[in-house]
C-alpha cells in the first residue's frame, strides 16, 4: 500500500456541500445535538447565548436539536438538515430579522411546519410589521409563549404541536 498525497488531488464537492463545509471549517454551523433515542429534529433560532444554553435543556434529552443564532444561520442549517426539520422554535425579536419572517419562509418549503415564537413582549405590544407577520403566518401549528415560560410549558407546547400527548405539570391547568 503506498501513500498517496492529498493535495495532488483535491476533492471538489458540489452543490451546498462547499459552502457547509467551509461554514463547518470558519465554526459558523453549529453540530447538531443528537439524541439517539430521538426521532424528532426542532430548528431552534435565538440569538441570545444564555436563552439558548436554556432551551438546548430544556430540549435535548427528548428532541435533536438544531441552533442557529440568526435568521441566515437558520436557512443555511435548514438546507443543510435537507428540509427535515419537524418544529421551529424562533424568538420574535432578531438583529436583522424576526422569528416570524424566519418561519413564513420556512413554511414556503415546508407548508404546516409547527411553529413556536418566543417574546418577551406581550403580543399587543408587537410592532405593526410583526402583526401583520403573524397574521400571514396564521394560527394553526403555532404557539407563542411569552418569556420567560417554564420548562414543562415549552415542553408542553412541543408535544401538543408535534401531536404527542401532553404532559401535565403537577399544579398546573396547562
Not at 64 to 89: C, K, M, R
Not at 157 to 169: C, I, K, M, N
Request: hydrophobic share 45%.
Amino acid at each position: 500500500m503506498t501513500k498517496q498525497n492529498l493535495n495532488t488531488n483535491p476533492i471538489r464537492l458540489e452543490g451546498d456541500w462547499d459552502d457547509a463545509v467551509a461554514m463547518w471549517m470558519a465554526g459558523l454551523f453549529m453540530v447538531p445535538m443528537r439524541n439517539a433515542k430521538a426521532t424528532r429534529t426542532l430548528l431552534v433560532l435565538e440569538d441570545e447565548s444564555l436563552v439558548m444554553n436554556l432551551l438546548r435543556n430544556m430540549l435535548k434529552e427528548q428532541y435533536t436539536v438544531i441552533e442557529a443564532t440568526s435568521a441566515e444561520q437558520a436557512f443555511q442549517e435548514f438546507n443543510y438538515q435537507g428540509h427535515l426539520i419537524d418544529l421551529l422554535v424562533a424568538d420574535l425579536s432578531l438583529p436583522t430579522s424576526s422569528g416570524i419572517q424566519v418561519a413564513l419562509r420556512l413554511r414556503s418549503q415546508i407548508p404546516g411546519l409547527p411553529v413556536i415564537l418566543t417574546s418577551g413582549y406581550p403580543v399587543g405590544s408587537w410592532s405593526y410589521r410583526d402583526s401583520a407577520d403573524l397574521e400571514t403566518l396564521g394560527s394553526t401549528s403555532v404557539t407563542i409563549l411569552q418569556k420567560p415560560f417554564q420548562v414543562h410549558k415549552l415542553l408542553n407546547a412541543v408535544r401538543e404541536l408535534l401531536g404527542a400527548p401532553r404532559s401535565f405539570h403537577a399544579g398546573s391547568s396547562a
